[in-house]
């Protein structure tokens, strides 16, 4: 799907059986943890089509890598090849390069990316990245549009790590870093979440030593080299939460197979006392429709309700009799997809930082654009209630994330068109 690309979408009850992806979030860090070692690792469960993965694998090639793909596995190897230690990329970037730094740094002592990009939300800077490599003893600085480093002894010296916020990106790389750095790293206020124990995982089968002690504290003893590794990636949990609220606001009728329970036990809470109706059959879940009603949200790190989420659910809220509240302390600029929703008819009103959305409204369709991932799937969600059809531009935004979204969608029984 290419950025000029528009999605068609005609309102539709979805109905039937879905298989999750593996999580986008975290198959890029694991990608990015795969500069580590020169031994292969193999990963399974892996979203082989998501945009962000492609970019991410090209990226991994550009420095010297050879990524083999076959369904849902990849296969990064190096096979003799020398990896560069600076990446040098003109095409579109992703925010996941602060994390390819850490591990060209990690691993040989400098490291040389592009200013990272990916969804623009609120002020989304990398001073915490910058910290933490300089704590571990790097040189940072930019250059020409470029982030780079430079270790004078060759080898990061591992050290205590204060993050000022729970940040999951900073956590991640602090990690990275770690596992190749001499002596022990010790990342306080972590932000301990499913992706984050996934990359600790991978680590720790590669030889790592990784002691996470909740949200206090995790500690990393580094070693000189890393081993390869098989390791499967877990469930997407914005998928699944994705097709969850689809099949209420549809009055659908969906199973989500392999669906991660334990990742989203609190914004199930929330979403189980507004009317979803969820029914277990093994490690599915049968999701089927109903009338939702007003709920009140605020976004926290994990186990709260991630960001990502609250665009999904003021779909969820826009079809509720009454008045729904969210508020995102994170990233509070990130209401701009409730401008594109009202196009589409869903009465709302901005308080400082608090949204307000005055649901029970039929949608009506509409031509309107999706700003980041989330918020293009949240249109999508609208979409397929909405009179009439709705138009999405920018709709390459979704397949960022979502894996053969359109297949997947068309199995339900969702009428839309890609032109």
Request: net charge neutral; proline share 4%; charged share 20%.
């Amino acid at each position: 799907m290419n950025e000029s690309n528009k999605l068609l979408i005609q309102a539709s009850r979805l109905e039937g059986d879905v298989s999750l992806s593996g999580a986008k979030n975290s198959a890029l860090r694991l990608m990015a943890a795969s500069i580590l070692t020169d031994e292969p690792v193999e990963l399974f469960n892996f979203p082989n089509n998501l945009l962000d993965v492609i970019v991410h694998a090209e990226m991994l090639e550009v420095l010297g890598k050879n990524c083999s793909k076959n369904k849902d596995t990849i296969k990064i190897s190096e096979s003799g090849n020398k990896i560069a230690t600076a990446l040098l990329w003109e095409k579109r970037s992703i925010r996941n390069t602060l994390l390819i730094l850490g591990a060209l740094t990690a691993r040989f002592g400098e490291g040389r990316v592009p200013l990272p990009g990916g969804c623009k939300l609120g002020e989304r800077k990398y001073e915490l990245h910058v910290m933490l490599l300089e704590r571990l003893g790097a040189k940072v600085w930019e250059e020409e549009g470029f982030l780079c480093t430079k270790v004078d002894r060759k080898r990061l010296h591992g050290t205590d790590i204060h993050l000022s916020i729970r940040s999951t990106g900073a956590t991640e790389n602090a990690i990275i870093c770690g596992s190749l750095a001499k002596g022990k790293t010790t990342i306080w206020n972590p932000h301990v979440r499913p992706e984050i124990m996934d990359l600790v995982t991978m680590l720790s089968k590669m030889g790592a030593g990784i002691t996470v002690y909740g949200q206090k504290c995790i500690e990393v003893e580094g070693i000189e080299k890393l081993n390869g590794v098989a390791h499967s990636v877990i469930p997407d949990n914005m998928e699944a939460l994705t097709w969850a609220i689809g099949s209420v606001i549809t009055r659908g009728d969906i199973e989500i197979h392999n669906f991660p329970q334990e990742h989203l036990d609190v914004p199930l809470i929330f979403l189980k006392e507004s009317g979803m109706k969820i029914y277990h059959n093994g490690s599915n879940v049968i999701v089927r429709g109903g009338n939702p009603y007003p709920l009140e949200i605020s976004t926290g790190p994990y186990p709260g309700i991630n960001s990502d989420m609250q665009p999904l659910i003021a779909v969820y809220a826009a079809m509720s009799q009454g008045v729904s509240k969210i508020i995102d302390l994170r990233f509070p600029g990130r209401y701009g997809y409730a401008e594109e929703l009202l196009k589409m008819g869903m009465q709302y009103e901005i308080d400082r930082d608090l949204l307000v959305i005055h649901g029970g409204n039929r949608l009506k369709g509409a031509t309107v654009k999706a700003l980041d991932l989330r918020a293009g799937m949240a249109l999508l969600l609208a979409g397929l209630t909405a009179e009439g059809e709705t138009q999405i531009e920018n709709a390459w935004q979704i397949g960022r994330g979502y894996e053969n979204f359109m297949g997947k969608l068309k199995n339900l029984g969702a009428s839309l068109t890609l032109i």
